[in-house]
């Protein structure tokens, strides 16, 4: 029997892989459920990582879905595993809240910040980018995979980014600053800069500047002023030296990916973020270098490019499973 898969408990997890996560529960609560669906289930958790992770985080809430309902009607939870396929993520909720699971506005800060995935005010789901005009004089564009809730009003406004990465122009007209888990970002006015939450070591927060200025504030640590041209990683603890901005750093925003001698896993990893499903590189070719321009909103056509100029191939299975392996 394949084991549990291990488990970082500061993954953050794919939306799409907390709504199946969400349906199983429906569905092991309808009071229906026989031992084959136990048993996929089970094996839809032992497939993956994240699967595992969003079941717990989900099955752990202590005044979320589990102790706040009881068992589900099994027709209302019939109904939502029935439209699983084709469900957006506020449909599922919806269903959810006319089950009775409406205890989720009770959850602690703790257990919201867990999945920001559900409780966000603006979210992406994969391979999704979104333009916001947060004022008159302040748009964002949202990356893929990415989370982030509006507080404040117009005299002060914030931005509390708990996923992905985002884009910000500001005028001279609206204050306002980022918070991450790490800290602050204070853009100066007619300032353009792009904020992500870094993955993986080291981790933190990356503010990259593209016009104007920026003060970074480590929520434990002494402030810093970032130029235009210039990018920092900094954790709770304080800022990381300032670096040379590539000129390719927003090319995402156009939903692009411009390599220069990248290792293609480091590409793959970007193209994941893109892809709906489990995309891997074998290590024995991990190291090879990619140069070029690969397209973020056809992840799968990128990878098919890589196989046509590198000795790769593509391994599929079913549309959901890919894997970059030696040719």
């Known amino acids: 029997m394949k084991p549990f898969p291990s488990l970082d408990p500061r993954q953050r997890l794919d939306p799409q892989v907390v709504e199946q996560a969400m349906l199983w529960i429906v569905a092991l609560q309808s009071g229906t459920s026989d031992a084959s669906e136990h ?37 209302g939870a019939r109904k939502l595993l029935q439209a699983r396929g084709a469900s957006s993520r506020r449909n599922v909720l919806k269903g959810l809240a006319g089950l009775g699971v409406v205890a989720m506005g009770g959850l602690s800060v703790r257990e919201r910040l867990l999945l920001p995935e559900l409780f966000s005010d603006y979210r992406t789901a ?8 947060l004022a008159a004089d302040v748009r964002l564009q949202l990356d893929t995979h990415t989370a982030l809730d509006i507080r404040g009003d117009a005299a002060q406004r914030e931005v509390l980014l708990s996923l992905g990465r985002l884009l910000l122009e500001v005028g001279a007209g ?55 041209g210039r990018q920092l990683l900094f954790d709770p603890h304080a800022a990381g030296p ?9 090319a995402w925003t156009r939903g692009l990916l411009i390599a220069e001698r990248l290792p293609l896993g480091q590409v793959v990893a970007e193209l994941n973020r893109y892809r709906s499903g489990v995309l891997r590189c074998d290590p024995a070719v991990a190291a090879l270098p990619v140069s070029g321009s690969l397209s973020l909103d056809r992840p799968d056509a990128s990878l098919d490019l890589l196989a046509r100029t590198l000795p790769i191939r593509i391994q599929r299975v079913l549309g959901y499973w890919a894997s970059v392996v030696p040719a």
């Not at 994969?126 to 005009?133: F, N, S, Y």
């Open 39 to 75: 048993a996929a289930c089970l094996a839809w958790r032992r497939l993956d990582a994240q699967h595992e992770l969003a079941w717990q985080r989900l099955a752990g809430l202590g005044h979320g879905l589990r102790e706040s309902v009881g068992p589900l009607p099994a027709a």
């Open 126 to 133: 994969t391979g999704e980018r979104r333009d916001l005009q």
């Open 174 to 228: 609206t204050p306002l600053r980022v918070r991450t888990e790490d800290g602050w970002v204070h853009p100066a006015p007619l300032s353009k800069l792009m904020i992500s939450l870094a993955e993986g070591n080291p981790s933190g927060t990356r503010v990259q500047v593209l016009l104007g200025s920026a003060a970074i504030s480590p929520r434990q640590g002494t402030s810093v002023q970032l130029a235009a």
């Open 242 to 250: 300032s670096e040379d901005l590539p000129a390719s750093a927003s």
